[in-house]
């Protein structure tokens, strides 16, 4: 069992920034692409950005030039810092496992794991 740890959720206001950290805790295989989506009450899930091994990275409309997807490979973890952050940022965020980085964009997403999500509240 694939098992994706994220942290680093938490309250701020609007305009501040977070910082996610995921760590793969197991083996996965390296042609799943790690990444985030996010999930409001009510509303479906929402793929947020990925990244592949080579770096290439690919990011929902909503979230370019305030997210930057990043990972370490040798710790097996995968970050996502959110800067300008508005209150629409706000859900649940989960670590996940994609088949390609493109995924992201995809309606209904389709994601292979995911982790157990982090909280992230911004308020105005």
């Known amino acids: 069992q694939v098992q994706l740890v994220e942290s680093g959720g938490g309250s701020v206001q609007t305009g501040g920034s977070l910082r996610l950290s995921c760590v793969v805790s197991?083996?996965?295989?390296?042609?799943?692409?790690l990444g985030w989506y996010r999930q409001a009450p009510g509303q479906e899930r929402e793929g947020v950005a990925a990244?592949?091994?080579?770096?290439?990275?690919a990011y929902a409309d909503s979230v370019k030039g305030r997210f930057t997807v990043s990972q370490d490979n040798a710790k097996n973890s995968v970050y996502l810092q959110m800067n300008s952050l508005k209150p629409e940022d706000t859900a649940m965020y989960y670590c996940?496992?994609?088949?390609?980085?493109?995924?992201?964009?995809?309606?209904?997403?389709?994601?292979?794991?995911r982790g157990q999500g982090t909280q992230v509240t911004v308020s105005s």
């Open positions: 996940a496992a994609y088949y390609n980085v493109f995924a992201v964009q995809y309606r209904p997403l389709v994601i292979a794991y």
């Open positions: 990244i592949d091994s080579d770096g290439r990275s």
């Open positions: 197991t083996y996965i295989d390296s042609s799943y692409k």
